[in-house]
């Protein structure tokens, strides 16, 4: 039988089993990956974590799996996990870490605009392989911030802690929403590569069976065929072209509409049954909605 992941319920259960001190807050630590001298336990496996992790590992040797894959984890990079996700690793016992870990539980944003902010970040659903990979300037940058979260989290505790160490959470994710986005950029062969797949395998879907047998292809389906997280695709395709993955899926849709509209005698309701609509009206708002035309308006301006 398979094993369940571990569920970490508590921010004192993780430096409990790293056999580190106590954290100093109950809702937030930070822990130096350095001071860890116990990598290969098994209950770190697979883990499901309860709160927000966000960390910059170096000098990893091993591999990390999210989901159903597992990803070369080499070089020094950021990544981001949110609660109730499912982390997996192959950790050599012999490792020697360096790096920083920051567990921020839930309950600790609750009254502040970043409970619900935090969520609208999307590299917090990105996978493992789409971890943020940091230029050494930018490297500095975010290390400065997080000695910052430290130095008040070892400070006492007074009515000013929690705004101040908010605002700094606050901007460590701004910097870090930047810094993706700087990668979308810098990775533009890779990036113009994932494109041509999705164009690839959104033609094939059309010119194929699968919208017949399936009906409309979804975000979640293209995503998993590409092999990364939905948010990641929608978020580097914006970056790209300036459309996320659904309105890539309708323009492909619109296009392969057009075609039949004007090569064949096809009312439009078996065009709709035939593209994966199982209500022709749907169909029609959507075509007009993308063309400012009916599909039977567009076709009559080819006659």
Not at 25 to 38: E, G, N, Q, T, Y
Not at 102 to 115: E, G, N, Q, T, V
Not at 264 to 292: C, D, H, M, R, W
Request: charged share 20%; hydrophobic share 35%.
């Amino acid at each position: 039988m398979k094993k369940e992941p571990y569920k970490m319920t508590s921010i004192a259960e993780v430096h409990r089993i790293l056999e580190v001190p106590g954290p100093e807050h109950p809702l937030l630590s930070v822990v130096d990956l350095d001071a860890i001298k116990c990598y290969a336990i098994e209950d770190l496996r697979s883990v499901v974590y309860s709160f927000y992790c966000v960390s910059i590992k170096k000098n990893f040797k091993g591999k990390m799996k999210y989901g159903q894959r597992y990803y070369d984890f080499d070089d020094g990079v950021m990544t981001f996990f949110s609660p109730g996700q499912v982390v997996s690793a192959d950790i050599d016992e012999n490792l020697k870490l360096e790096g920083w870990w920051l567990l921020i539980h839930p309950d600790f944003l609750k009254s502040y605009p970043l409970a619900k902010t935090i969520r609208e970040y999307g590299f917090f659903s990105y996978a493992v392989h789409e971890a943020l990979h940091l230029s050494p300037k930018e490297e500095d940058t975010v290390t400065a911030i997080i000695r910052n979260i430290q130095q008040e989290y070892h400070s006492p505790i007074d009515t000013y802690s929690q705004n101040v160490i908010i605002a700094q959470i606050s901007l460590l994710l701004n910097y870090c929403d930047r810094f993706y986005n700087r990668q979308f950029i810098t990775r533009k062969n890779a990036n113009n590569d994932l494109l041509v797949q999705l164009e690839e395998l959104l033609s094939s879907y059309f010119n194929g069976d699968q919208v017949r047998q399936r009906g409309l292809p979804t975000v979640q389906y293209l995503s998993e065929q590409l092999h990364v997280s939905p948010d990641y695709l929608s978020d580097m395709l914006r970056s790209v072209t300036g459309m996320n993955t659904q309105q890539h899926i309708h323009h492909q849709l619109i296009e392969k509409a057009k075609e039949i509209l004007t090569t064949t005698s096809l009312s439009v309701s078996e065009i709709a049954y035939s593209l994966g609509f199982e209500y022709p009206q749907s169909f029609n708002k959507l075509f007009k909605n993308k063309t400012s035309l009916s599909p039977l308006a567009f076709r009559n301006s080819f006659n």
